[in-house]
Nanobody, 117 residues
Framework: QVQLVESGGGLVQAGDSLRLSCAASGGTFSTYDMGWFRQAPGKEREFLAR???????IYTDFVKGRFTISRDNAKNTVYLQMNSLKPEDTAVYYC???????????WGQGTQVTVSS
């Protein structure tokens, strides 16, 4: 069983930067696809970014140029660097892992990011 724990959320002002971390345990991290998602109150969870075992990245259009996903296999950790934050970025941010293309198999509990104007 894979366990994921997010950290690094908090309260920031518009225009600030924040780096989220997701630590994985219970599996072989270097073989997983890892992703970041977010969910705002009253809205559906939305995809943000993905990084595969080869470190190839995919981003949804509305975060390109502001958010960067990366991984450190030696630390079993995936990161989301968020720059130029906006109030509409306020949400709970989740990391996820999968062994194969398809459904995401494992999820963390999320970390709250709040951006004030």
């Amino acid at each position: 069983q894979v366990q994921l724990v997010e950290s690094g959320g908090g309260l920031v002002q518009a225009g600030d930067s924040l780096r989220l971390s997701c630590a994985a345990s219970g599996g072989t991290f270097s073989t997983y696809d890892m992703g970041w998602f977010r969910q705002a109150p009253g809205k559906e969870r939305e995809f943000l970014a993905r990084i595969n075992r080869s470190a190839t990245t995919i981003y949804t259009d509305f975060v390109k140029g502001r958010f960067t996903i990366s991984r450190d296999n030696a630390k079993n950790t995936v990161y989301l660097q968020m720059n130029s934050l906006k109030p509409e970025d306020t949400a709970v941010y989740y990391c996820a892992a999968r062994r194969r293309i398809g459904l995401w198999d494992y999820w963390g509990q999320g970390t709250q990011v709040t951006v004030s104007s």
